[in-house]
């Protein structure tokens, strides 16, 4: 049986040539290349280059392929971006394989360049972004542009829950006035989650709410709530700027409750300086949504000065140097390290 197999494997190798004349197409594609000038003898040379003992009968991939990967050995070097490639952005390149019974063979296989690579996470990231509904102005919001320096201490603390929130996916409220960075972080969650490849979701909450109205009258409601509920990251920004009826205080249940029940993270902004005004503004459902909220995850309120009114080169005051106990008080952040 062993003697068997070793012979079948041997004759695999040596009758690939009969094989392939049986094939119509295959016979005529290896005639047409058998009569260019040197076509075989080239190709050969080019795996010889790699491996000194390869056999004519063993390379097993079209002759013009190993051509192009022996061409293909410095591409980079002369590289003129994908859409200039006349291979597109693949590359060729041989390579030895087993084959048969101690056999081996020389194919030619073909791989994304590392320039295609490149360009095609570049247009993945992209779809991400669209995907996520990110607006282009939050684009650009990361945790490096987010404004720390000359602050009270406590502003760093906002941006560590941050940071810390996306490694142990813990869920938050960022609570505070117009322009105090709620915003800013929540996208910065956001865009470093679709940087390491992972999904994300970003809406306004008024937002939302007119979209899942437009869903829902065309039949598509379910679909909509769904894609909002069962997001792996969720960030609603906004919430309590509505206005407010029993259906919107019920749709907003339906999506804490959701992700609550299937602890999905969630971060919320929200310009209610306190959970109590938070659950007045929600109305009749505003008890359940925020006690939902408050055991999925941590309060962090702020109170500073609006940054759009802040312009760059402004002097700090004295009251916010020094050891972190700022007098300034309306650019200190007041911090709940634990849930609400």
């Given at each position: 049986m062993a003697e068997a197999a070793r012979g079948l494997g041997e004759r695999r190798i040596e009758d690939i040539g009969t094989v392939m004349g049986r094939i119509p197409a295959l016979a005529e594609a290896r005639k047409r290349l058998a009569t260019l000038p040197?076509?075989?003898?080239?190709?050969?040379?080019?795996?010889?280059?790699?491996?000194?003992?390869?056999?004519?009968?063993?390379?097993?991939?079209?002759?013009?392929?190993?051509?192009?990967?022996?061409?293909?050995e410095n591409c980079h070097l002369t590289c003129r971006g994908v859409k200039n490639c006349p291979?597109?952005?693949?590359?060729?390149?041989a390579f030895c394989?087993?084959?048969?019974?101690?056999?081996?063979?020389y194919v030619v296989r073909w791989?994304?360049?590392?320039?295609?690579?490149?360009?095609d996470t570049q247009a993945e990231a992209e779809r991400a972004l669209r995907s996520a509904r990110l607006p282009e102005r939050l684009r650009g919001c990361t945790f490096e542009t987010y404004r720390t320096v000359g602050l009270s201490s406590d502003i760093l603390?906002?941006?560590?829950?941050a940071l810390a929130a996306l490694g142990d996916g813990n869920s938050l409220v960022f609570a505070g006035g117009s322009g105090v960075g709620k915003t800013h972080l929540a996208a910065g969650m956001v865009n470093s989650r679709i940087a390491s490849g992972r999904p994300a979701l970003f809406i306004p909450v008024?937002?939302?709410?007119?979209?899942?109205?437009?869903?829902?009258?065309?039949?598509?409601?379910?679909?909509?709530?769904?894609?909002?509920?069962?997001?792996?990251?969720?960030?609603?920004?906004?919430?309590?700027?509505e206005r407010l009826t029993d259906w919107v205080g019920e749709r907003l249940y339906m999506i804490v409750n959701h992700r609550y029940l299937h602890r999905l993270q969630t971060i919320v902004t929200t310009n209610s300086p306190s959970p109590?005004?938070?659950?007045?503004?929600?109305?009749?459902?505003?008890?359940?949504?925020?006690?939902?909220?408050?055991?999925?995850?941590?309060?962090?309120?702020?109170?500073?000065e609006d940054y759009r009114f802040i312009r760059s080169d402004a002097p700090i005051s004295e009251?916010?140097?020094?050891?972190?106990?700022?007098?300034?008080?309306?650019?200190?952040?007041?911090?709940?390290?634990?849930?609400f």
């Open positions: 040197g076509m075989e003898e080239r190709a050969l040379k080019a795996v010889r280059s790699i491996w000194p003992d390869a056999e004519a009968r063993e390379l097993h991939s079209p002759l013009r392929d190993f051509l192009l990967a022996a061409e293909a291979n597109r952005g693949f590359r060729p390149g394989e087993p084959y048969g019974e101690g056999g081996r063979t791989s994304k360049c590392g320039v295609r690579s490149s360009v603390k906002a941006k560590g829950m008024p937002e939302l709410l007119d979209d899942l109205r437009k869903a829902i009258s065309t039949g598509k409601g379910s679909e909509a709530m769904d894609a909002v509920k069962k997001s792996e990251f969720l960030a609603l920004d906004d919430l309590g700027a109590m005004d938070l659950l007045k503004k929600l109305g009749e459902q505003g008890e359940r949504i925020v006690s939902r909220l408050g055991e999925m995850g941590t309060w962090c309120g702020i109170s500073a009251g916010s140097r020094g050891n972190g106990k700022a007098k300034d008080s309306a650019r200190q952040v007041v911090m709940a390290d634990i849930p």
